[in-house]
């Protein structure tokens, strides 16, 4: 399969003007072919046909949608190798990364599959009419969750699989039964084409209408305005910059209906390490800590940015095994150069702030956008004084924040904006004295781990992946797990209708687990 | 007890500056005592002491909580009396709406303790620890609702009591674990001391610390706005205008950090009459309609302002009787002047539009506020053209959209905008031909009644009340019914933790139904 360099619109390639070209972030090389801007007629066609497949109705059948999904991953795993050799042109992103990450996505669009078969997501909830009732009869009422619409999805750079044009957003969207409109990313256009392809081929394949999904390359922000101000699009999906989030959000609530943006725009994801588990486990806590900064060479979106420690005799020791294992080796390539240039001048402006110091820069090797990791270090005071410490650097950098009491450690934590994740290392001794440690941290996470790292994200029905503004844009919802479906549902009420006007999940022949008259039933087969 | 005109704040009376009254929307009588506005100190405190119940987790107990709706419940049955005797002044309602409505908010409060005590709010979802899992380890995740802290509520003027200091809203919040600091409404103060007094002495009863539940009184915007921009607010509920509601919306999303406002904002809910229909059962539903635009003087949020009907043979029998039903005698009082000028104001507007016709405008009676019923028409080319007819009229009036076919209906449904409802009036064989017309209606609405009217709203499970925007501010939430917990919630997941560290919910030992490793099970007691 080769990249042309097109949109891929309601089934159709559509070429178009542009000047866009992946750039190699380890060579610097400028890679073909070029990619088009989506115009306004483009956006108008994709999202006009979502809108009739929604309004069709067209993809309801839950077991077509499973299909979909499972298509989708077989599609996907059939051109794995051509993914991951122009993803390595595309992102620096090495060999087994790019293979493991694509593990990720097809066991993502696997797990949705099987979520949209067991039907739970549906929730239907049924109260049968009570026509003897007084003082009033009550009616038939039963509800449950129906597809929102047409969903914008605008992928991570760095997850170009697991969290691009077949990621998380689009597998739960489609899950949801929502056709999709997914925004290319300018750094990878070439692997959200393959990527957009076998999409397109998996719609095909299962005889679903063309319009469940639709890829819209470009660099310029008019494409995604446009995108979100299209009346008929009902939800964006985004991971990138908070800068990126908060202008789609405002964007969305602009709008004359406004809309739902899920946005995971960054966090520092603070490790809190108390004094037993330091003098414990220091040594081998600054290991996992460095490998949890380095790891994707910083740029995850849980990477620990933030370190909380009680300065004590042990605290020399610590930092230096932490220096060592964090910064004594270049980290890796960094994904494009506006991520690089942004790393480089993000931890200038750091080590700017009143009161920090760098305790080392680590060498950044040779590639273009190769780095090496940051360690600096603060005051609690100077911390809690200046906000700007907690913005996020995107990459290898970590910021040791000292403090000398319990009291402080617990003031450090009411100064935090809210985070993905919070990370407490403590003996069992200590963890069971800081409850007020662990509410304070609970209102301002998604995750709260404990005596692990933040890095390495399950992808299963329990993981909550978004956490309080700013982190992501509405805590109540998870871009990461099967609960990501919930995101582009909403709940209808049938009052009255007869079986056969119903949806087929809310008719009395349905099967599986239901809600009825308070309690939970399996509906038989009729 | 007698009304003494302060803000309960925390537990105590707490007098101030102000010149608020009650006024007799029957009689023009201006009530005893003034009420006091409420300061930003005032507003300091209120939310001060909401926020360490919540970073105290002093409400974390199901059970309490439970106890505390119960007693609420009592409290009010208690002085129940009192409260219909200051609500008929302030008000205008009849004796037996306001005994009514007393029994419609003590059952949301004790269907509200029920669900406390189910505990299915909680949603725990625990994935157990994988520790030979290759190629890495799963650690235990365990997932479950967490209050989202104090929230604010704003009550409504049609329902003082339903939703009012103790209505859905604060049930639910309180339900949730969540604080409330409640918002006096300015036309009936009296009955917001009353109802909040017998909140307050239930916190006292059950021995949950006061900053459980305040109210602050005031008519200016100043006190909202306060409210609302009060980092310690994590929500809000509002019930009421349009205006009303985005203004709160708006002022919402210009936080540091934007919280959720769920705004129920007005709605025409449309009814759809189909020619069978209309031939079999055409004066039955001209008086089921007129009994439903009459019920509570048109006040209710659910009162159908617009009816589709498609021009034949039958039409005019059916409009003579809906004039007669609907116009012949006046309707009753209206809540109070602002409402009372409003609608007469938006009758006359809505006269004016183009092609809009009068067919009646029913006499008032002598009261005050009296008002009567007003039914319009106007060809459906007319209605398309203009939005401006969709704009809730809130009192007794309705307007005929007359169509010539099947297609012109759904081009109706197609034009309308957000709805709580959307009601269709059809045969069994018409129904089966109607998938398209349901489908854009389902997409327009939260409750899709058929042969029915959307006036007497159930209070249960299975009932989903908000509707797309501008009908409400987000049509994934419910104000109504036992969903309403969920708008107080967030999930939060704890990664790793040993057990004595875990809320309470999240044990090993805890009660009830958890779904553990991808199955439903009961967790048995310990």
Partial sequence: MSIQGVHLISGEDVSGQGSLRAINP??????????????????????????????????????????????????????G?????????????????????RGRTCHQLRLFASVVREGLFQNPI?????AQRQPLPRPDLRTRMQAIGPVAVFGASNFPLAFGIAGGDTASAWA???????????AHPGVCELVGRALQEAVRDVGLPAGMFSLLQGESFDVGTGLIKHPGIRAVAFTGSRAGGL??????????????????????????ILPAAM???????????????????GQFCTCPGVVVILSDENTASFKDELRQSLCDEPVGTMLHKGIHGGYENAVDQLSARNGVKVIARGPAGDDVCGVGASLLQVDFKNFIADPAMQGEVFGPATLLVEC?????????????????????????????????????????????????????????????????????????????????????????CWQGFPDGALPEELRSGAV???????????????
Same sequence: chains 1, 2.
């Fill in 176 to 186: 949801a039964g929502c056709p999709v409109i997914a925004k290319g990313h300018p």
């Fill in 81 to 101: 190798s051509e993914i991951t050799e122009r993803g390595m042109q595309e992102t620096g992103l090495p060999q087994a990364r790019f293979e493991g990450e």
């Fill in 126 to 130: 049924i109260e049968t009419a009570l």
């Fill in 279 to 297: 003098q414990q486990r220091g040594q081998q806590i600054a290991e996992g800590l460095a490998g949890s900064v380095r790891l994707g060479v």
């Fill in 404 to 492: 000398h009491s319990l009291e402080e450690i617990n003031d450090v934590a009411r100064a935090l904006e809210g985070q993905l994740t919070a990370t407490v290392h403590a003996t069992e001794d200590e963890i069971a004295e800081l409850s007020s440690l662990l509410h304070l941290l609970e209102d301002r996470v998604g995750r709260l781990v404990f005596n692990d790292f933040p890095t390495g994200v399950e992808v299963g029905e329990s993981m909550q992946h978004g956490g309080p503004w700013p982190a992501t844009t509405d805590s109540r919802w998870t871009s990461v797990g099967a609960a990501a479906i919930q995101r582009f549902l909403r709940p209808v």
């Fill in 26 to 79: 380890s060579s610097g090389e400028i890679l073909e072919p070029i990619f088009p801007e989506a115009s306004s007629e483009n956006i108008d066609v994709a999202v006009g046909a979502a809108l009739s497949v929604h309004e069709e109705r067209a993809a309801a059948d839950p077991q077509k949608r499973a299909q979909l999904l499972e298509a989708a991953a077989e599609r996907i795993d059939a051109i």
């Fill in 512 to 526: 599986g687990m239901r809600r009825i008259d308070g309690a939970w039933q399996e509906f038989g087969n009729s």
């Fill in 247 to 272: 202008s789609l959000w405002r964007l969305a609530n602009g709008r004359e209906v406004p809309i739902p943006v899920f946005a995971e725009m960054g966090s520092t994801n603070p490790v809190f």
